[in-house]
């Protein structure tokens, strides 16, 4: 069956076969627009521990928008945690704590036969689609409001900017501060619109942020969660393991990402988790470099730290690579330490531990790894030795960042690293004498018996990367440009 597949999709097929992941053909050409991520029954578990999070009150939540234009649409990762990416914009959602009961309150979507796809409405039917006890009218939530303040109920709503596709809520949160401070525009977010009318509509209730709740829930990921993100993270690495085969001297940096994106959309996923960080050269010194406009050098390091949005969860992992598939000797040396370095704190990571007594044991490691390193170049026992002091004068409770809904996720709900959360380690190690920076970077989930390492199918060892770049890329397949005549 294999030998009957074009050549891309066996490189696929095979390297997910050998990360041990169940993937078929059939999965690479679905459809792009997912609906049914998980089975309703995810969601409504989720949606009973919230509601037994808030008592009597009531909890409401918008969904997005429309897009400008001809744009994808996708809901925000709040609504889609509790609901899933129902596409239709501008449904309120009501869970009522008290009679354990979830309503939509929406107009059918106007655009609905331009989209191809019956929109939702207040009828029975469309309830049962959405997995709601009720859809009502959008004109029916103000009476609901005044219900609700006529009990002089608590609700609770989304108090932080809503998160899209390729954002964060870092990101969410800088844009909506950045635009109330400007003195030539000045608005609110549409939150803080939403909570003024709230207010006003319902003077007697108390008005709290479910951010914080739902944020405890999404920290710690559900069995259906952690497999879908072990997808994410096989489409991530076969992207950039297809960018690695196709680089060469002379390319751009945007023709690696476009490997990447090309393997994306093949495995069906929304588009990317965030902004394509493709480093040739000296760009590798930035931790968030993205121009992804220079043309790659012989010689140069090349740094690809991308993944996909895909079914509503975003991976994380970088890797690093000369252009030309050869260390130079330099490389080799900053490349080697840096990798025994990192590994000796990818080796420390332990459930029920806090991360700042696994970077302690890791110290220790790091030193010995130091004092047995051979070192031919100053300028690379520099930069380890930094690199090493860095960690041993940490005062952080994280190994890096964690991973979800959003490349940047919400925070873990406990000191200690505890079964179910996903996060990655990115250390920098930086070289500036010799114009190059070092980052790799996995995603790694905690588990009752300790840190397995999702992306490790994606080499990093500098023999299996040398082989993995000797393969044909996308490049050697055709993409002429036409005769002129």
Partial sequence: MVSKIPRILRHLVIAASAAGIAFTVAVAIRAQEITDVFPSEEYVARRAALMGTIGDGVAIIQGTIERPGEQHFRQGNQFCYLFGPINQPRIIAVLDG???????????????????????????????????????????????????????????????????????????????????????????????????????????????????????????????????????????????????????????????????????????????????????????????????????????????????????????????????????????????VYLRIYQALLTSIQVHMAPRDIIKAAVLKMDTILGAYKFTNPNVKTAATTFVERYRNSRANSLGHTVGMEVHDVRNPTETLEPGQIFTIEPQMNVPEEHFGIRLEDILLITESGCENLSAFVPIEIAEVAKLMKDPGLSDAALKRPIKR
């Fill in 98 to 336: 008290k009679s354990k009961r979830t309503t939509f309150y929406l107009n059918r979507d106007r655009a609905e036969r331009a989209y191809g796809v019956k929109s939702l409405g207040p009828d029975e039917a469309s309830a049962k689609q959405a997995g709601v006890d009720a859809i009502e009218p959008r004109d029916s939530f103000a009476g609901a409001v005044l219900q609700f303040a006529a009990d002089k109920r608590t609700i609770f709503t989304p108090f932080r900017p809503e998160v899209l596709g390729e954002a964060s809520a870092s990101d969410a949160s800088g844009q909506a501060n950045a635009t109330k401070r400007d003195p030539w525009d000045g608005r609110q977010s549409r939150e803080e619109a939403f909570i003024a009318k709230l207010k006003s509509a319902a003077p007697e209730s108390t008005i709290k942020d479910l951010d914080p709740l739902l944020d405890r829930m999404r920290g710690t990921k559900s069995a259906r969660e952690i497999e879908v993100m072990r997808e994410a993270t096989m489409v991530a690495g076969l992207g950039i393991m297809e960018a690695m085969r196709d680089v060469r001297p002379g390319m751009y940096e945007y023709e690696v990402q476009a490997d990447a994106d090309f393997v994306y959309k093949r495995f069906g996923s929304y588009g990317p988790s965030f902004n394509a960080l493709i480093m040739a050269g000296p760009n590798s010194l930035f931790s968030n470099y993205h121009k992804n406009t220079a043309k790659i050098q012989d010689g140069d390091f090349v740094e690809i730290d991308y993944s996909p949005d895909y079914k509503g969860y975003s991976s994380d992992i970088t890797r690093i690579f000369p252009a030309n598939g050869k260390f130079t000797p330099v490389q080799r040396e900053a490349y080697t």
